[in-house]
């Protein structure tokens, strides 16, 4: 598992996030506080507090630098 920490802080990039996790068969985790939502479930991110960064939990032992690839836009360093 790989942790890495993203910010989702507008509609359109809640929806283009969501769009690149699910061409993925990976597990998303999305975790903020004691809440863990599923990364592809929109209506679960919108549940989150996305005015600071989350932690994204990558379920993948393949996929995990072509998914870190991918997600570059989101990902906070």
């Known amino acids: 598992m790989k942790t ?3 910010s989702l802080n507008s509609i359109d990039k809640v929806k283009s996030f969501v769009n690149e996790v699910t061409k993925y068969d ?3 985790d999305l975790v903020s506080g004691r809440y863990v939502i599923d990364a592809k479930s929109i209506m679960g991110i919108f ?3 996305l005015s600071k960064p989350i932690d994204l939990n ?3 032992e393949s996929q995990v630098e072509e ?3 991918k997600l570059a836009p989101f990902i906070v360093e």
Do not use: P
Request: proline share 0%; glycine share 0%; aromatic share 6%.
């Open 47 to 49: 549940s989150l507090d």
């Open 67 to 69: 998914i870190l690839d």
């Open 26 to 28: 990976a597990e998303f």
């Open 58 to 60: 990558i379920h993948s």
């Open 4 to 6: 890495v920490q993203i």
